[in-house]
């Protein structure tokens, strides 16, 4: 599958990681906060700054929901109410953008409703993010695809159906430019539900650009993922947990983020490709394998025993593979303590 670009970063199997600072609601209703939060992933080598646009009004409506769940972070919510404090006021978005621009990151968004894609192509964002909640709405993504622009969808919550159907959808409307998000939508999820495994099979059926929406805690899940095929990660930050916030319990910290940056760029630059042999860069390093040596003075006829040769570093004598040939051979001439035993050093 060929390369894309979003913006002036390369995408594809063969590039190195693009790494995804998903903002979300940890700006907790401050845009003095968010413009930090931007400066932080940008600090950190990110290569996008992430938001989220939507209302309470454009994802639900008051009363609908609340939500009873003693395992979630937001139980007791309603989710009206939830969205109110999370949601990311649409006058930040363009002074959000512009700190990013400035600081060499890319910056685009979540759409979650037809409303916010027109407003985010008045921003001219480069591209657009499908969050795992949305991804079956299939309206909004007629209305993403058609503007032509890459598209990024989280696969949580879904059935291979889904996604298939959601993926027909997109190309039918106009994406050209796909990448799909292993992702579990659990808040945080745990390494033993993220199942990294798959993002293989989804390359294999779907043929495009696989990557990782992460909500584990730490950046080991995001490293493994590199290394089985991921090259978009994603990942909640924030700029100190105990800051809280609606994310701020799975999101990473500044130096967390930078640490994702580097280790996922070195998983990646590690991968390389088949090779079983000796490296150039490895030649230099030969020397330092064992070899057959004279470990006490051998006159010329006498016989070679175990007493006095030895398999010693460096390699300059004779390959270890040939000690047990030559025991009970005589030298060939006198062979002096400490000096590499050679082929021709030995009578045959």
């Known amino acids: ?87 990311t006021p649409w006058e930040w978005h363009e002074a959000i953008f512009k700190r990013a621009n400035e600081k060499g990151m890319l910056a685009f968004s979540s759409p979650f409703d037809e409303s916010s894609v027109d407003f985010l192509e008045s921003l001219n964002v480069p591209a657009y993010k499908i969050a795992s909640f949305e991804n079956t709405h299939h309206p909004l993504l007629k209305k993403v695809a058609k503007t032509g622009k890459p598209v990024i969808v989280s696969t949580g919550v879904s059935t291979l159906e889904d996604i298939q159907e959601s993926v027909a959808v997109l190309k039918k409307n106009g994406c050209e430019n796909l990448i799909l998000l292993k992702c579990t939508s659990t808040y945080p999820a745990t390494p033993q539900n993220t199942n990294l495994n798959t993002i293989p099979e989804l390359k294999k059926i779907f043929n495009c650009t696989i990557g990782l929406s992460d909500h584990t805690m730490g ?79 051998i006159k010329k006829g006498e016989v070679i025993t175990e007493q006095n040769i030895k398999v010693i570093r460096p390699a300059l004598g004779l390959a270890p593979k040939y000690y047990e040939t030559i025991i009970g051979k005589k030298a060939a001439k006198d062979l002096l303590s400490g000096s590499p035993l050679l082929k021709e050093d030995i009578l045959n």
Not at 58 to 85: P, R, V
Request: charged share 25%; aromatic share 8%.
């Open 1 to 87: 599958m060929n390369n894309f670009k979003i913006g002036n970063f390369e995408i594809g199997d063969n590039c190195k990681p693009f790494v995804i600072a998903e903002m979300s609601g940890n700006h907790n209703q401050s845009l003095d906060r968010a413009l930090a939060l931007v400066d932080a992933a940008a600090e950190a080598g990110a290569h996008a700054l992430k938001l989220q646009t939507y209302t309470a009004d454009t994802i639900t409506m008051k009363g609908a929901f609340t939500i009873s769940d003693n395992n979630s972070l937001w139980n007791g919510k309603e989710l009206h109410d939830l969205y109110k404090t999370a949601h």
């Open 219 to 297: 950046i080991g899940a995001s490293v493994a993922a590199v290394a089985l095929g991921a090259r978009v990660i994603e990942k909640h930050f924030t700029l100190r947990r105990s800051d809280g916030g609606v994310d701020s319990a799975f999101s990473l910290e500044p130096e967390e983020l930078k640490s994702l940056v580097v280790e996922t760029e070195r998983a990646f630059l590690s991968l390389g490709k088949v090779f079983i042999g000796i490296q150039e860069s490895e030649k230099e390093s030969l020397k330092f394998k064992r070899s057959i040596y004279v470990y006490k003075d």
